[in-house]
Nanobody, 119 residues
Framework: QVQLVESGGGLVQAGGSLRLSCAAS????????MGWYRQAPGKQRELVAT???????????YYADSVKGRFTISRDNAKNTVYLQMNSLKPEDTAVYYC?????????WGQGTQVTVSS
């Protein structure tokens, strides 16, 4: 079981940017799909973005409508790291962000990284 550690969160003003990183303790090359999730206070955890291991005819990435055009997910299999570039941040993006597998289904969750966007 690969362990995942998220970092890069912080406090930023609306309109600002952050880059989140997810470092894996082992190889993520064989993992079909990785993703970033987030959980805001009082809300359920939601899937924000995913990236497949290989590019298919359907495209390699997926974004929730709420972040489409503002967030970009990427993965570096050589560094066993997944990134989430977040631009044009909004107060409603405030949440704890987690990375995990999507395919196969996520199992153990890390501590996440807090993102707070002030208005």
């Amino acid at each position: 079981q690969v362990q995942l550690v998220e970092s890069g969160g912080g406090l930023v003003q609306a309109g600002g940017s952050l880059r989140l990183s997810c470092a894996a303790s082992g190889s993520i090359f064989s993992i079909n799909t990785m993703g970033w999730y987030r959980q805001a206070p009082g809300k359920q955890r939601e899937l924000v973005a995913t990236i497949r291991r290989t590019i298919t005819s359907a495209g390699s990435t997926y974004y929730a409508d709420s972040v489409k055009g503002r967030f970009t997910i990427s993965r570096d299999n050589a560094k066993n790291t997944v990134y989430l570039q977040m631009n044009s941040l909004k107060p409603e993006d405030t949440a704890v962000y987690y990375c995990n597998t999507v395919v196969p289904s996520p199992r153990n969750w890390g501590q996440g990284t807090q993102v707070t966007v002030s208005s």
